[in-house]
C-alpha cells in the first residue's frame, strides 16, 4: 500500500501580474490546480468556480469517471454563468486534477497547465497541452524544445466555459513508493525549461524547500504569469483497510485557493489507486462532426465552386473555431484606431469573418511612432493577456 508521505502547495503573483487568476484545491486524495483566463475578473472567478465544484468529493464510481463528471459540470456551470453576466463574458480557465488512489494516480485535465512525475531521477510530463503549439508537437511540426521558446505557446485551444460541453483527458498511472508528482500552473513551466524542472525536483530537501526553489526560479526568468505548484510525495507503508479508513477521515479539509488560504503542508495514509476499470474515458484525437443522409429521389448536380465553398467552411468551422475563441492579435479599425480583436485574422467566402473587436484603445495608428506601427499591424496571433499588455503599454506611453 502507498501513502503520501509529504506535500506542498502555494501560488505566488509573479512579478507582471496586478492580480491572481489561479485557484487551487487541496484535499487530500485530490489535488486540483486552475489557472483562469479573460482578464483579473473574470478569470479569477472561473478558476475558483472550477475548484469549488470538487468540494463535495467525487460521485460514486470510478475516480476517473468522477474526475470527468465534476469538470463537465464545471464547464456547464462557468459557461452559463459568462452568458448570463456581462462583464464574465468570454471568462474560462483551465484544470488539472490529481486523485491518489490505492495503487495509481489518476489525472484529468483541460488546458495548458500540467500534471508530471519525477521517478528516479527521470521527470515524465503526463499531460498534453491543449494549446496552438501542443497540437503541433503532437503532429510532429514543432519539437518539445521549439514549443517552449514559440511565441503562441499561451494560445489555449481547449478550456473551460467557451463552450457548453467540454473533452477531458483522462489517464491512469501506475504509482511506486518514492513518485513525487507535481501538478503546476504554465506560469511554471513558461518561464522554466523542463530540465531545470527535473533538477530542482531531483534535489535532495523537503517539498516545502523544492516548491518555493521552483517559484523562485520562475519568478528569477521573469515571473510574466501568476505561478502555482503543488507537490505530494508517495511511500510504501503497511496497513489494513481500517488503518486506510482512518487516514482518510484525517485528510486535510476545505478548499485553499491562491487568493488568501494559508499554506499548508500534510502528511495522510493513503492508498493509491488500482489498475485502470475498463470505462476509463480516454482522450479523443479528433471529433468530427456526424450527419444523417437524407433519402434522395434522384441525383442532382451541385456545382463545383459551390462544394469548393462548402468544403472550405467545413474545414475552417471545424479546424477553427475553437482556436478562433481563444486567440486574439492586435489591428486597426475602420477609424484609424489600435484595436484587440478576439479570433483568427482571417475573411472567409460569404463575408464572414472569423474575428470580432473585443476592445477598442483611445491611440490612432498616426499617434505612434512610424518605427513602431507595423507591431500594431502584423496581425501576430497572441495570447489575450499579451494582447492586452500590448495595447496597455501603448495607452500608458510605454511604447516610444
Excluded at 503526463?126 to 510532429?140: I, K, M, N, Y
Excluded at 489600435?338 to 483568427?344: E, S
Aim: charge should be negative.
Amino acid at each position: 500500500m502507498l501513502r503520501i508521505a509529504e506535500h506542498f502547495h502555494a501560488s505566488d503573483l509573479g512579478r507582471q501580474r496586478q492580480g491572481n487568476e489561479d485557484n487551487y484545491f487541496v484535499r487530500a486524495p485530490l489535488f486540483v490546480v486552475a489557472d483562469g483566463m479573460g482578464g483579473a475578473q473574470a478569470g479569477e472567478v472561473a478558476s475558483e468556480m472550477a475548484v469549488e465544484s470538487f468540494d463535495g468529493g467525487l460521485p460514486d464510481g470510478t475516480p476517473a469517471d468522477g474526475l470527468v463528471s465534476v469538470i463537465e459540470d464545471a464547464n456547464r456551470r462557468i459557461h452559463d454563468r459568462s452568458r448570463a453576466e456581462s462583464q464574465r463574458a468570454g471568462m474560462g480557465t483551465t484544470v488539472t486534477a490529481a486523485y491518489v488512489g490505492e495503487q495509481e494516480v489518476t489525472i484529468a485535465h483541460v488546458g495548458d497547465s500540467r500534471a508530471y512525475v519525477l521517478r528516479d531521477g527521470e521527470l515524465t510530463r503526463l499531460t498534453r497541452d491543449h494549446s496552438l503549439v501542443g497540437e503541433l508537437v503532437a503532429r510532429g511540426k514543432l519539437t518539445e524544445e521549439q514549443a517552449e521558446t514559440h511565441p503562441q505557446r499561451s494560445v489555449i485551444t481547449r478550456a473551460l466555459g467557451p463552450e457548453p460541453d467540454v473533452q477531458v483527458d483522462v489517464q491512469v498511472y501506475q504509482a511506486h513508493a518514492g513518485d513525487v508528482f507535481m501538478v503546476c500552473s504554465d506560469g511554471l513551466t513558461s518561464m522554466v525549461p523542463e530540465a531545470r524542472v527535473r533538477e530542482i525536483l531531483g534535489a535532495a530537501g523537503s517539498l516545502d524547500e523544492t516548491g518555493r526553489e521552483l517559484i523562485a526560479a520562475a519568478n528569477d526568468a521573469g515571473g510574466r504569469d501568476n505561478i502555482t505548484v503543488i507537490l505530494f510525495r508517495l511511500e510504501e507503508v503497511d496497513g489494513d483497510e481500517a488503518e486506510y479508513a482512518a487516514a482518510q477521515a484525517e485528510t486535510l479539509e476545505g478548499v485553499t485557493r491562491a487568493d488568501g488560504g494559508p499554506e499548508t503542508q500534510a502528511t495522510a495514509t493513503l492508498p493509491v489507486v488500482r489498475e485502470a476499470a475498463a470505462n476509463v474515458r480516454r482522450p479523443i484525437e479528433e471529433p468530427s462532426p456526424r450527419t444523417a443522409p437524407s433519402p434522395r429521389r434522384r441525383r442532382r448536380r451541385v456545382p463545383v465552386g459551390l462544394i469548393a465553398v462548402v468544403i472550405v467552411l467545413l474545414i475552417v468551422g471545424g479546424g477553427l473555431w475553437t482556436a478562433s475563441r481563444a486567440v486574439y492579435f492586435v489591428g486597426v479599425n475602420a477609424e484609424g484606431t489600435v484595436t484587440l480583436y478576439r479570433g483568427l485574422p482571417y475573411d472567409l467566402p460569404l463575408g464572414l469573418e472569423l474575428y470580432e473587436p473585443y476592445y477598442a484603445s483611445g491611440v490612432t495608428i498616426a499617434q505612434v511612432p512610424e518605427e513602431r506601427r507595423e507591431t500594431f499591424t502584423d496581425h501576430k496571433l497572441r495570447s489575450k493577456d499579451d494582447a492586452e499588455d500590448l495595447v496597455s503599454q501603448l495607452e500608458t506611453g510605454r511604447i516610444q
